[in-house]
């Protein structure tokens, strides 16, 4: 054999090599030998093994998204706001309005959602009472959740309980995405008799857990269905986490191998709200299709309240782990509920100095703020298109440097980026430009406009009004440039709209100690004292740290990222980062935004 042939597959040369060992002048013999020396069935044989071994493999092909179709309308919407005369726009508009491509797309997300469930038929009408209707279903032992309130295993993907009126032990819930989900054979309420021909009856969860754990390979269940409790269609649901939930810390989850862990800020798809208590969920962009338990609205809800009428001054919100209104559900023992061990009080602001660079003195209103209740909020992707200015929003504690990172990002580029000129009743002075450093109004004009909501922020210093007009903002954003403020935080409540669309970061300090230090080897000037030019005091800097603190507790569910200002040069890169990624990135806004 040639060198040419020394790489081939080793079954072709086997083959080639016995059929070389016969002894045999034969038409079809030379045929053969001449057919497993071909290029062409060498190929051939490289393309089928890599293809078998792709197909032994562990990993499995996952949809990306569920909801292809909704993003087709989308971009055939967005389509539709602009003109373009290019070939391949033509094209693709085409394409997309195609009732085929249409229809693949349509059955793509029908697959994602596992929307193909079967069902038992129903029980005939005139059947005999005394027959039981039974289903046999086998499913193949897997790493996912099978557990009861008290104890958990990864089996077949759902959870069991103890029904309390009979006492009999019945599926509690099937995870969206597992094996038993997957099947679409099993359902919440069925009664579990048998689990591999052993019977359930007078057994706890726990004993059930058992034999299930030491079952190998196929396990078969004899259940009895719950007629009209089918398979429940995959929510579209996106929301975004306002709290960090850990289920390990939660002694009340049915099932904590069933849980989902998720950090504030994460996007989670709720694909099942059927139980008031516990909802199923995946993070977005996960590959695993199998959801976890998190706590639902009304749940995580009833904690946080029960642990602000234990501390009304807690600080993170952190809530204790149980709530009176989770009491009928099947989240575990009922026992007295307790407060998180290392729940942080908020301790009171101190007021600032008397003379402060900060004009703005908006009218707080924290006990209205205190009453909101951040869990969820629902979003949706906000898609980047033409017309479409976002302003940015920076917003921390008085002294953290937000407006120096204002000012160094319109220095960056300023026609691109501008921030609206003030409004004031004070006199304007012969070296000003009416329009440039203020607009210049009359107090009644402006007491006028105040009290018509015309200002996103207003406040008084030295007996004269200062303010921004939400006009000079939406001015700026329909010119096609970028709006960049720096408001009292209490205009978020203002500027967060659907018109406006702000993308708010959130100014952090570093820690006290790196805020005092870097404050001082950059020669910093403190902020609060507007008649002379003073290093930040120890006390300043605790109050930006305690300031900080609160803002974050009462409007953080409007952050959209944050930035720790421990370095000037290293926020403003990330600064300017984050204002290219809201200009040219689909982000997730609220729901109502996109509508």
Not at 62 to 90: C, D, H, R, W
Not at 194 to 214: F, R, T, W
Not at 229 to 255: M, T, W
Request: with cysteine; proline share 6%.
């Amino acid at each position: 054999m040639d060198n040419s042939t020394d790489n081939w597959d080793p079954a072709l040369t086997r083959l080639l090599s016995s059929l070389k060992e016969v002894q045999s002048d034969g038409e079809d013999v030379a045929f053969l030998s001449e057919l497993l020396q071909s290029k062409q069935l060498h190929a051939l044989v490289q393309v089928h093994n890599k293809i078998v071994a792709a197909q032994c493999k562990d990993d499995k092909f996952y949809p990306l998204l569920s909801n292809a179709m909704q993003v087709t309308l989308e971009v055939l919407e967005m389509f539709g706001e602009v003109v373009i005369s290019s070939n391949e726009y033509k094209e693709l508009l085409k394409l997309l309005q195609k009732p085929h491509f249409q229809a693949i797309l349509c059955t793509h997300d029908a697959v994602a959602q596992k929307d193909y469930y079967p069902h038992l038929p129903d029980i005939p009408a005139d059947a005999d009472d005394e027959e039981e209707t039974v289903k046999i279903v086998q499913l193949v032992k897997s790493d996912e959740p099978l557990g009861g309130a008290q104890s958990a295993e990864p089996i077949v993907g759902a959870t069991i309980k103890t029904d309390e009126e009979t006492g009999k032990i019945v599926i509690a819930r099937v995870m969206h995405g597992g094996a038993a989900d997957r099947s679409g054979l099993i359902h919440a309420g069925d009664e579990v008799i048998e689990v591999n021909g052993i019977s359930v009856e007078n057994k706890s969860p726990a004993d059930v857990l058992s034999i299930l754990q030491s079952s190998e390979g196929t396990i078969t269940f004899k259940l009895v269905p719950s007629f009209g409790k089918g398979g429940s269609r995959e929510s579209k649901v996106r929301v975004r986490a306002l709290f960090h939930y850990n289920s390990a810390e939660d002694p009340y989850i049915p099932c904590k191998e069933a849980g989902l862990n998720f950090k504030k800020g994460d996007i989670l798809h709720i694909v099942s709200q059927d139980d008031a208590y516990w909802w199923q969920a995946r993070r977005e962009g996960d590959r695993v299709m199998r959801a976890g338990l998190i706590p639902s609205r009304a749940l995580q809800e009833g904690r946080i309240i029960h642990e602000r009428q234990i501390d009304p001054q807690t600080l993170d919100g952190k809530a204790a782990l149980c709530s009176p209104s989770a009491a009928n559900s099947d989240c575990g023992p009922k026992t007295p509920c307790s407060p998180t061990p290392n729940a942080t009080a908020l301790l009171p602001c101190k007021s600032t100095p008397k003379v402060k660079k900060i004009i703005y003195d908006i009218k707080e209103n924290d006990d209205f703020d205190r009453e909101m209740i951040p869990t969820y909020e629902e979003v949706a992707r906000l898609y980047p298109r033409p017309g479409l200015i976002r302003p940015i929003v920076l917003v921390g504690a008085p002294g953290v440097g937000r407006n120096e990172l204002r000012r160094r990002l319109v220095a960056t580029d300023p026609e691109k980026y501008v921030t609206p000129v003030p409004y004031t009743s004070r006199a304007q002075k012969t070296s000003e430009q009416n329009g440039k450093e203020y607009v210049f109004v009359t107090r009644e004009k402006m007491e006028q406009d105040i009290s018509e909501g015309k200002f996103i922020e207003h406040g008084e210093y030295k007996g004269n009004l200062y303010g921004t007009s939400a006009e000079s903002v939406e001015t700026i954003v329909n010119s096609g440039r970028v709006c960049v403020l720096s408001p009292h935080w209490q205009a978020l409540k203002m500027l967060r709209t659907p018109r406006l669309r702000p993308y708010i970061i959130f100014i952090k300090p570093p820690s006290l100690k790196t805020l005092s230090e870097t404050r001082t080897a950059a020669n910093a000037r403190s902020t609060f004292d507007k008649e002379s030019s003073r290093a930040f005091t120890e006390e300043e800097f605790a109050d930006i740290i305690r300031s900080s603190n609160r803002i974050n507790f009462l409007y953080g569910y409007m952050f959209d990222e944050e930035i720790v200002n421990e370095d000037l040069a290293t926020a403003l890169t990330q600064l300017l980062k984050m204002a290219w990624r809201v200009q040219s990135e689909p982000l997730w806004v609220p729901a109502a935004w996109v509508q």
